[in-house]
DNA sequence: TAGATTGTTAATCGATTAACAATC
DNA sequence: TAGATTGTTAATCGATTAACAATC
């Protein structure tokens, strides 16, 4: 499965469940591209990675890729995950109820600081960082959230490599550089910022 | 300039701060590559596209590389942004001091239930959604962090436009068709996360 | 000089697009 | 049947890598 076809995969995905919700029972290649900034051929292309899908004449099943896609990406089943850092930024992701339908389940949440271990966020109370392999191991977390501030995150990564977790979503804006094992994925907001004033300032130059 | 160069500018930026900030004047191909898991094949190309700033022998100088850099992304100037939602996520970026120091500075924030317009977070007093096309012309703002709930994203995105945004950080989980003329970059955590599943499930099976 | 490292060419690899017969 | 749409081939395009002469 090519890497190009599986960063678009996700944004099948969203936009397919929005389609259900509208209910779109069958959606063309054609549409769908239109709707995400794509190209049907690519749409189509992407599709046959995984098999044959659609039906000529009519288009694709949004049920049936919906879950195609969710099995091909692992999320056809719950993951248990953990929030690491719950400083401003944490707090607001557990409040997030994206995860939670889309696969995602945030079953333990830790911190240090003395003033936010012991509190409540949405129903999860918040433990000690000095805790968390043996939580990870109870609940069979695989996942991490990592959302501690900059200077922390690499000792913090390491106790998450310790724990046996395979897989980091990390906030923090630092390169980890972790065993081959462990997937990171990294979301820099910053970064993000940068790559949309570049795209404005393209744009102006044009 | 290759878009995939553009995607990896930010990174190298980021990167190049660390190092400064360990106090390295110079860095090779190789070693920033190793850093960052790219080759020094492709470091060297990355850094041809604008022009010749390595010394055989010698490598990069870092804050020459970081300089141009930011002047190509265009962060080498302050761009006043907007927070637009102040909920539990927009709160948290408010919060949140690597924007400024990357360039950004956000210069208003805008909601509209009446227990969060009026009251302050981080010295930034929250306006009302109505008062926001008067603010973003007076103030000159020309980029928007999205933080509204997804469905009420694409009618404030639509405010946005209209009220001459030139680009949009999309935190919403929903596809925001928007004029050409405005540049959309788009976060979806749930995505990431699945993005995270896909690479943890891959890896389990090799 | 010897060692380290760049800039660049040519080769390879992967991703996208155009076109169209096959299908419903 | 006519119209819509897929699946797939071949062509094109863009990105990465290997190799090495040139430079400090």
Redesign the pocket.
């Known amino acids: 499965m090519?890497?190009?076809?599986v960063s678009r995969l996700s944004l099948y995905l969203r936009e397919l469940q929005a389609l259900v919700r509208d209910d779109n029972k069958t959606?063309?290649?054609?549409?769908?591209g239109r709707l995400l900034g794509?190209?049907?051929?690519?749409?189509?292309?992407?599709?046959?990675c995984f098999g044959?899908?659609?039906?000529?004449?009519?288009?694709?099943r949004c049920e049936e890729l919906i879950g195609e896609i969710r099995r091909i990406l692992g999320t056809d089943r719950i993951w248990p995950a953990a929030m690491v850092g719950c400083g401003n930024l944490g707090q607001a992701l557990l409040g997030y109820r994206g995860f939670q339908s889309q696969g995602f389940s945030v079953q333990a949440a830790f911190d240090i600081a003395p003033d936010i271990v012991g509190s409540n966020f949405c129903g999860l109370k918040v433990d000690h960082l000095d805790s968390l392999p043996a939580v990870v191991a109870e609940k069979g977390i695989q996942l991490a959230i990592l959302a501690v501030p900059a200077d922390a995150a690499i000792e913090v990564a390491s106790i998450l490599v310790k724990s046996g977790v395979s897989g980091v979503l990390n906030f923090a804006p630092v390169t980890l550089n972790l065993p081959k094992s462990v997937s990171v994925v990294g979301v820099d907001l910053a970064m993000e910022l940068e790559q949309l004033a570049f795209a404005v300032v393209k744009k102006g130059e044009k």
Chains 1, 2 share one sequence.
């Open positions: 090519p890497k190009a076809v959606i063309s290649s054609t549409k769908l794509l190209t049907d051929t690519q749409v189509r292309k992407d599709f046959a044959q899908f659609g039906y000529p004449g009519i288009g694709y």
